[in-house]
Nanobody, 124 residues
Framework: QVQLVESGGGSVQAGGSLRLSCVAS????????MAWFRQAPGKEREGVAT???????TYADSVKGRFTISQDMAKNTLYLQMNLLKPEDTAMYYC??????????????????WGQGTQVTVSS
């Protein structure tokens, strides 16, 4: 059974950095599309970044130039390096996975498997 476990969230001041990790198990990691989403209170879940086969990477406009998605296939681990954090980045961050090809990789409905989330809070 697919399991995704996130870690690395926390509280930082604006301008700071955090690195999120997501350890995956229960499937062949390299065959799945992986992504990070976030959801702030009262808002819809938003796609942040997605990666497939290390050469298909997509970022939301709001994080381009500040966030970097990467993965270590040997460790079945997905990462999100977040730099120059802003208060508007405050949200619960979720790791997601799906084996299917998608033309809309930043849409939450394109993912069947989700982690429990890790909270990121950025203060001004």
């Amino acid at each position: 059974q697919v399991q995704l476990v996130e870690s690395g969230g926390g509280s930082v001041q604006a301008g700071g950095s955090l690195r999120l990790s997501c350890v995956a198990s229960g499937y062949t990691y390299s065959s799945y599309r992986m992504a990070w989403f976030r959801q702030a209170p009262g808002k819809e879940r938003e796609g942040v970044a997605t990666i497939y086969n290390n050469n298909r990477i997509t970022y939301a406009d709001s994080v381009k130039g500040r966030f970097t998605i990467s993965q270590d296939m040997a460790k079945n681990t997905l990462y999100l390096q977040m730099n120059l954090l802003k208060p508007e980045d405050t949200a619960m961050y979720y790791c997601a996975a799906d084996p299917r090809w998608s033309l809309r990789p930043l849409f939450s409905k394109e993912y069947n498997y989700w982690g429990q989330g890790t909270q990121v809070t950025v203060s001004s």
